[in-house]
């Protein structure tokens, strides 16, 4: 099972607001059969997002989730066109994790550390940040997933 696939990688998403972003998320993980339900799958990010904010730093947001509606555990990455307010940062970049409620190994947990480790370099997240090159993304979180 691939966690992280090409078509789970948005660049330019014109979203203006966190609530956008948020419906933006549950849609595609419905589109894309992530999700068995959009509305739960959106209110389960927002019930993890109201336990504390998920923005990490001033440029990057990791909402994340698990619930019973996701299907198998998957990583998406959305990249904004513009910046919008996150709890007081200006999110740019969103990292978003959706786990099934039911995981043998604490999918989540592997997934939320391996990209946490590489999000402390700052190189890493430069790149991750100022690229909009779909290729250079998908091997940084790619790569980043494997270590």
């Known amino acids: 099972m691939e966690i992280f696939k090409r078509n789970y990688l948005f660049l330019d998403v014109d979203v203006k607001r966190k609530e956008e972003a948020m419906n933006f998320i549950a849609s595609k993980a419905d589109e894309l059969g992530i999700s068995k339900d959009k509305q739960q799958t959106e209110e389960d990010l927002w019930n993890r997002e109201k336990e504390f904010n998920t923005a990490i730093d001033e440029t990057i947001a990791i909402p994340h989730t ?25 999110i740019k970049l969103i990292i978003s994790f959706l786990t099934p409620k039911e995981n043998k190994e604490n999918i989540h947990l592997t997934m939320l550390s391996k990209i946490s480790r590489k999000l402390i370099d700052e190189e890493f997240k430069l790149t991750l940040n100022q690229s909009n090159d779909a290729n250079v993304v998908y091997k940084l979180i790619q790569n980043a997933l494997n270590s």
């Open 66 to 90: 698990k619930s019973e509606t996701i299907n198998f555990p998957a990583v998406l990455i959305i990249k904004l066109k513009n910046s919008i307010d996150w709890g007081g940062e200006n």
